[in-house]
């Protein structure tokens, strides 16, 4: 059995709605299998849903992920799935994303015979999305950073593991998922060095936190003990330490609190990374040495979270007085 795809235009005078008839007929391997188990765990459950979105899309929400014939997406087909994201008022980063997800499957698919290269290239050659927007998050301030640590003690194991949680979160730039994920090994308390073993995209990175961060780390590591295990537990009332590993929800629920109790205004995890990558900008570190510690593939990437150029134009802006009779 083979799958029919056309593409018929929207009387309407809309996008063209691509029109799927039958189910994905080859079972041999599927495609999107394929693609999803490439993933590091953080990215399956995302790029999957934004199959969802382009199959519904594409199928005129008659089909789901999973039934779609993918190796039967061509090129004119892509372009109007893109050209329906823009029509639908997906936000840019979603439509690349759902766009990226596409081209990952049709890449497995030509892996496994079943598209042409051909046909593949000229698929992939849909281009994405672009849109000059604002800087997504907030600056955490150095008043705002000091603020948060000396609202920590040293006494209790709560304060030791949040005081060093957000040491290796504002010194090293780590994602939520990379900081829950590691273990104590993870850690030398010697260099500082902190190893993410399960980056973003599944790879590998050392950064390390200064002398000042680690001893924050290492007072709770003191507290925490020694034996293998996740570096960041979780920790009941009453002080009673956890063999569980912290989740990154935990850490989000952690810095809100943190920052509430200290009547700050409230900010993200992944603000602490943009203000980590700024802050180095800042003190003079070369935008490929930034993009090796974050773990970005592009120094594209990277330059987008400085906000230095933000800044300069408010300070520039300030520059110009008030009109006033008399000047």
Known sequence: MTTALGATKDPSGGATVLRLVGPSADRRLDAREVYLGR?????????????????????DGRLGAAQFAWPTLRYEHVRALRAALVAEGYAPATTNRVLAAVRGVLREALRLDQMGALDYERARSVESVRAVRRLAGRQVTGHELATLFSSMGQETALDLRDRA???????????????????????????????????????????????????????????????????????????????????????????????????????????LRRSWISMLLDAGADLVTVQAMAGHTSPTTTARYDRRGERAARAAADLLEFPTKGK
């Open 165 to 271: 949680l957000l040491a290796v979160m504002v010194a090293a730039g780590l994602r939520r998922a990379e900081v829950v994920a590691l273990d104590l090994g993870d850690f030398d308390r010697t260099t500082g060095e902190v190893t993410v073993r399960h980056g973003k995209g599944d790879k590998a990175r050392a950064t390390y936190v200064g002398l000042e961060f680690a001893r924050c780390v290492t007072g709770w590591v003191d507290r925490r003990g020694y034996h293998p295990g996740p570096l960041f537990c979780g920790i009941r009332r009453g002080d009673h330490l956890q063999d569980t590993r912290l989740t990154a929800s935990g850490v989000y629920r952690i810095l809100q609190r943190r920052a509430s109790a200290c009547g700050l205004e409230t900010f993200s995890p992944h603000d």
């Open 39 to 59: 993933l590091s765990p953080g990215s399956v459950s995302t790029q999957a849903h934004a199959l969802e979105v382009a199959a519904r899309l594409v199928s």
